[in-house]
């Protein structure tokens, strides 16, 4: 491969939560290893490999000049956006007016819930959840209404349509959040499933917010189908959040942005981004998504998508060859695994702080589930040279669920 996936980080004091936190109970920060193994970070969703080298150049390019005044984005961040997202996604008619600066996908969202629903409205979501949307949408003080996904036949994660349809219908709600790919599930929705959940959603008034900032992560040659384009209406009627921040390891630098085709709908969702004179770009985050955006960048991330295809075959065949009990749908998008670790738990008398906690005890920093929706679920990032995936394995192995 041209670019390094394979290299170990040491990332420790290196402003890495990842690292840092273990052990400091701080949200949902693992236990620190007991003595005689290293930590493998598997829980914060960011990446253990060096990011492009076009990123650190523009950063580093950037800061030669010694001025960082006030400033406007310049066109070719603009220009950035458009071309990446017609070479990625195939996406057509995009202008600079339809794109719009967000400090965070998760800021984004409430901006755009607040514009289009009060405190107290529901809203709908699917569940498994994203924490990231429980945690901002109930202190910003909205009730969620989860709709959740079945695994159907063959383990596959599947939207409930006549569920989400009641569920809007009994709770008089007109905003929904959609997530495209799924986190925590990794679904790389199909079109035709994108165009019946906007069906739902259009006979039921919804405005639609749509998380796709996992949209460059796809795996096995899965494709990524943008909400808005399977339809003139979805179009109008959606609000969708993207940020190179995920793609590219880049959340420490902030900085995401919206695309709103619906005039109306982006006036409101500006007006609300703005009245608090917080939701402004830092100079070299926008030199930093150019220069992620570069040719080099999509060259990056095909590599990337290559090893975390590899890693996710692995772990998969893994756990079903070592690890009865444990189901794992196998993620098409994202790098994250959930784990569904019901059957084993029952089967050995273990509760699954028992299981979180063998694993924190051996070194792997996984994630509990729980807080996203998963009764008995754990949550493993693979963003991780193969070999430090392999390492966390056979210690899950040795020591955890065959000890």
């Known amino acids: 491969m041209k670019y390094d996936f394979t290299s170990i980080i040491d990332r420790r004091g290196k402003d890495a939560l990842a690292i840092d936190s273990l052990g400091s109970h701080m ?71 339809c794109i ?14 607040t514009a289009f629903a009060s405190p107290g409205d529901k809203v709908l979501l699917h569940s498994p959840t994203y924490i990231g949307f429980t945690a901002s949408i109930t202190e910003n003080g909205y009730e969620i209404v989860h709709s959740p996904l079945k695994k159907d036949d ?52 919804c405005v639609v917010i749509s998380d796709e900032i996992w949209s460059d992560i796809l795996l096995n040659g899965h494709r990524h189908i943008p909400t808005q384009s399977v339809g003139a209406d979805a179009r109008a009627r959606t609000i969708a959040l ?21 005039t109306y709908l982006r006036d409101r969702v500006r007006a609300k ?3 608090s004179h917080y939701n402004s770009m830092n100079v070299l985050s926008m030199h930093a ?26 772990a998969c065949q893994f756990i079903a060859g070592h690890f009865p009990g ?18 084993w738990c029952q089967a050995h008398g273990r509760t699954i702080d028992q299981l979180l906690k063998a ?16 009764p008995c679920a754990i949550r493993m990032n693979l963003a991780l040279p193969f070999s430090r995936v392999r390492e966390a394995f056979d210690r899950l192995d040795r020591y955890v669920f065959n000890a």
């Open 273 to 275: 981004g703005s009245k």
């Open 27 to 97: 949200g949902s920060a693992p236990d620190l290893p007991r003595e005689g193994f290293d930590a493998i970070p598997m829980w914060v969703a960011d990446m253990n490999f060096p990011t492009v080298p076009t990123v650190q150049e523009a950063i580093i390019q950037r800061a030669g000049h010694p001025a960082f005044g006030y400033y406007i984005p310049t066109e070719e961040y603009y220009r950035s956006i458009i071309q990446w997202h017609q070479t990625r996604n195939g996406t057509e008619g995009l202008t600079a007016d």
């Open 100 to 113: 719009g600066y967000e400090n965070g996908v998760l800021g984004g969202v409430i901006s755009a819930l």
């Open 359 to 374: 694993g924190w005890d051996v070194g792997v920093a996984w994630q509990d589930g729980r807080i996203f929706h998963g």
């Open 154 to 205: 063959d383990g596959i994660w599947r939207m409930d349509f006549d569920d989400m349809d009641a569920r809007l219908k009994e709770g008089h709600i007109h905003v929904a959040i959609f997530c495209s790919p799924h986190n925590p599930c990794g679904r790389v929705w199909e079109r035709w499933e994108i165009e019946q959940a906007m069906d739902v959603y259009r006979r039921n008034d």
């Open 242 to 262: 993207y940020a190179p921040s995920k793609t590219f390891n880049l959340a420490g630098l902030i900085g995401s942005y919206h695309i709103i085709y619906d």
């Open 289 to 314: 998504l150019i220069g992620a955006y570069r040719p080099e960048g999509h060259e990056w991330v095909d590599e990337l998508c290559q090893v975390l295809s590899e890693n996710t075959d692995f």
């Open 326 to 343: 444990v189901q794992v749908s196998r993620p098409e998008g994202t790098y994250m695994l959930f784990l569904d670790c019901t059957g």
